[in-house]
């Protein structure tokens, strides 16, 4: 359709065409002209179309992404709780493994010792698990958030560009008005 409209401005717009049409007829450059107002309308008008949809495009791929980003955000956070209880759990086990330790003395220290250690490796293990969990949460969050704001601005974009074409229709509108 593009393509189509771009051929007949090319071929209306010639000067070669009016000069050699205006001999034959004389009402011919008039209707040259009108030929020529119409390729062109055409050619606005399906310019854009494919302008619009190009950005109605876009702002479905923001919003899919959106979409992805927030169910990634909610698993994250599900997946942060659940490590951080896991964690506080193994954290009040150590306490109570140390405070049997004292009360029973140093009858079963190496098997204790070994269980301590074991516990506090896991220990370190769920910590770095929590922060690295906790960081992907807030690189989540922070997509989102920049994607919500790339959202807004293309949304705004899109509204502006939409007045600016009704605008032009108008104008264009009053103009075929004022011929007829």
């Avoid at 950005?55 to 956070?77: D, F, H, P, W, Y």
């Avoid at 659940?82 to 193994?90: P, R």
Wanted: charged share 35%; glycine share 2%; with cysteine.
């Amino acid at each position: 359709m593009l393509s189509n409209a771009v051929r007949e401005v090319r071929k209306y717009s010639s000067v070669h065409t009016i000069e050699k049409s205006s001999t034959s007829r004389p009402d011919a450059y008039e209707h040259t002209q009108m030929k020529l107002f119409r390729s062109q309308r055409n050619l606005y008008t399906s310019g854009f179309s494919l302008f619009f949809w190009l950005v109605l495009r876009c702002l479905v791929m923001l919003i899919t992404q959106l979409a992805k980003e927030l169910s990634n955000k909610g698993v994250l956070k599900t997946q942060a709780e659940n490590t951080n209880k896991a964690a506080k759990k193994f954290l009040e086990e150590n306490e109570k493994l140390k405070r049997i330790l004292k009360s029973h003395g140093n009858n079963e220290e190496p098997v204790l010792e070994a269980e301590n250690k074991k516990l506090v490796e896991d220990q370190e293990k769920l910590k770095s698990e929590l922060r690295k969990t906790s960081d992907a949460l807030s690189k989540a969050h922070n997509d989102v958030m920049a994607m919500k704001m790339q959202s807004e601005r293309l949304s705004k974009e899109y509204d502006q560009l939409l007045k600016e074409h009704s605008e032009l229709q108008d104008c264009l509108g009053r103009g075929n008005k004022k011929r007829l």
